[in-house]
């Protein structure tokens, strides 16, 4: 994997090991390890429990989805995408990673490639959407601390204006799709013109057959197999709020119970915010936020332990599963990509 994406890891598992130290040195004390020792074998099967059920909603979500668009897939590609779509956001700075990877993962596996792009398109709109509706929830909620905090503020109202615009362009690619492909001409045009693309006149072309393509796709799910896509829409936020759950079982472990609807909000604002952080999966920065979120709440002694178990149930065993799946399907993709033509 000679590709950018193999240095991200690299900085990914550097920034994750030093940030953890970090936080673990500079909040653990003797506390910290009485609070370790409370933990129980039932609170890790818990917790073990509520990852297989954030990773097998998604997954299903996934698979609902491909039949809503008039495809098949077994469940287990369905696993496997799922897995490479959080490897894919935690190795990439603003999860650039995840549409590229899975629109050929799963083109790999007999999806057409528009079809594949209207799929991928679909199911992060789909996760956009739930993570802001939990963010503005959230928000309303804990404003107060929020609106005082610029560390916070600001972050959550960039995210917010983020959110706002890419569920609109998913949106008017659906309706209108000829508005969509002269904003991205335009787009792609600029682009080159910094030099990060070459010939856009190809570009327009790709993004003229995928868009209508995808807009076929879109039609499909809305009059074909409503149900079936409204199934996948329930199961994605089934895998969210699950996600959301898995703060407070962390605390509870460790010995420190807090409100379970206050333990959700925090979470929401949590993994709203990761998402613009400008490093791979957010890391140094998401537990910089982590800490201030729950200062206020949590004994500090145990934020460190909390944020690592926090992450390692939400994150790295999914990665770490994604990773396997992109070296094993991946690798050849890429390294013909970088061969010289």
């Known amino acids: ?25 500079f909040t653990a004390d003797e506390s910290t390890v009485t609070a370790l020792g409370n933990i129980h074998v039932s609170d890790l099967l818990i917790l073990l429990l509520l990852w297989l059920c954030i990773y097998s909603f998604d997954s299903f979500a996934f698979f609902l989805m491909v039949l809503s668009s008039g495809e098949k897939v077994n469940l287990a ?49 789909i996760n956009a959407l739930w993570i802001l509706t939990g963010a503005t929830v959230s928000f309303i909620v804990n404003h107060s601390v929020i609106m005082h905090s610029k560390v916070l503020f600001l972050p959550f109202v960039f995210t917010f204006v983020l959110h706002i615009v890419f569920i609109s362009m998913v949106v008017l690619l659906m309706l ?29 072309h790709f993004l003229v057959h995928e868009a209508f393509t995808a807009r076929k796709s879109f ?32 605390l509870k472990g460790l010995g420190h119970t807090v409100p379970f609807s206050e333990a959700l909000t925090f979470t929401a604002m949590m993994l709203f915010v990761i998402g613009v952080l400008p490093t791979p999966g957010g890391s140094g920065l998401a537990e910089v936020l982590f800490v201030l979120l729950l200062s206020k709440t949590v004994n500090s002694a145990i934020l460190g332990v909390a944020v690592v178990i926090w992450r390692f149930f939400i994150y790295y065993i999914s990665t770490g599963i994604g990773l396997l799946i992109s070296v094993k399907h ?8 970088n061969k010289p033509s």
Request: aromatic share 14%.
């Open 1 to 25: 994997m000679k590709s950018g994406k193999t240095g991200n890891v690299y900085i990914l598992i550097l920034l994750t090991i030093i940030t953890f130290a970090a936080v673990i040195y």
């Open 77 to 125: 590609t369905a696993y496997r995408t799922s897995a490479l779509k959080t490897f894919s956001m935690m190795a990439t700075p603003l999860g650039m990673g995840v549409t590229p990877a899975l629109i050929y993962f799963l083109s790999n596996n007999k999806i057409p490639t528009g079809r594949s792009s209207s799929l991928v398109l679909t199911k992060v709109m």
């Open 176 to 204: 209108s799709p000829y508005k969509a492909i002269g904003f991205l001409v335009k787009f792609s045009r600029l682009l080159s013109k910094l030099k990060i693309i070459k010939k856009p006149g190809r570009i327009k």
């Open 219 to 250: 039609r499909l799910y809305f009059k074909r197999h409503k149900g079936t896509f409204i199934a996948a829409i329930t199961s994605n936020g089934l895998s969210y709020f699950f996600t959301l759950s898995v703060l407070y079982f962390v």
């Open 330 to 337: 991946l690798s050849s993709f890429i390294v013909h990509k």
